[in-house]
């Protein structure tokens, strides 16, 4: 079972269909019983949809909250 701290090392590899087959089923394992991560995930998900849709456009709230995503991933 991953802790949430391995799990958000894992998020952006994993939104971006990184992961091998089974350390994907283990964040998936871990995103159906914890739902702070699946919060996190989601809100990944958002940011880098968001940012991928608009890839010219800076929007200033965007990149905070993009930082702040990456600040809490680098977090131990
Ligand atoms: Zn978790």
Do not use: N, W, Y
Not at 24 to 40: E, G, K, N
């Amino acid at each position: 079972m991953l802790s949430c701290k391995e799990l958000v090392a894992h998020s952006s590899d994993f939104l971006d269909g990184q992961l091998s087959l089974r350390e994907r089923l283990s964040v998936r394992a871990h995103l159906a019983m914890c739902r702070h991560c699946r919060r996190f995930i989601r809100q990944m998900k958002v940011t880098q949809g968001v940012l991928r849709a608009l890839p010219e456009t800076a929007i200033p709230e965007l990149e905070a909250l993009a930082e702040r995503l990456a600040q809490q991933r680098r977090k131990p």
